[in-house]
């Protein structure tokens, strides 16, 4: 019986994480739908090395400006962003890489539609991560571009 329990098991598994992640993905902006608020694109351009340190993780926040390097590695005040968990990125290029990122709210995984100037932080790896600040920029009616290089690596505690 107890194996028989097992099998069942796994197909409502499955169910759970197929149902769970349609949801949890961002939706494509649908240019025909003029009352949905539109997603503002963050392009960040950065070195293929950079890019390569996210291989087993990312994280790219937007923060309120002002934030410390301490506050953003708790993530602390946390705004909107991506991570490798998420969909809602795309790359290209090879060196340097340009990365296009829909922001989303991370507690909702709603669309972001914010104004503004805030302050972007960026983690890249999990076994040895590297923490980037790669400045602040304003977001209005459309999205924002930044860089990342080397000298804007931080370093936290």
């Known amino acids: 019986m107890k194996n028989k329990e097992k099998w069942l098991g796994i197909p409502v598994l499955l169910f759970v994480l197929v149902f769970g992640m349609t949801f949890a993905g961002c939706e494509e902006d649908d240019p025909e739908d003029k009352d949905k608020p539109v997603s503002k694109p963050l392009v960040i351009t950065m070195s293929a090395e950079i890019f390569s ?45 340009i990365l296009t990122i829909h922001l989303i709210n991370m507690k909702t995984l709603s669309k972001w539609t914010g104004n503004g100037t805030y302050d972007i932080y960026a983690s890249f790896g999990i076994v040895n991560p590297h923490y980037y600040k790669a400045g602040s920029v304003n977001f209005s009616s459309g999205g924002a571009e930044i860089s990342i290089d080397a000298s804007n690596e931080i370093i936290t505690q």
Do not use: H, R, W
């Open 53 to 97: 340190y996210g291989a087993s993780g990312y994280l790219i926040g937007v923060y309120p400006v002002g934030t410390t390097p301490e506050q953003a590695y708790i993530k602390d005040g946390l705004v909107a962003g991506t991570n490798d968990s998420i969909s809602g990125l795309s790359v290209t290029g090879t060196d340097p890489i």
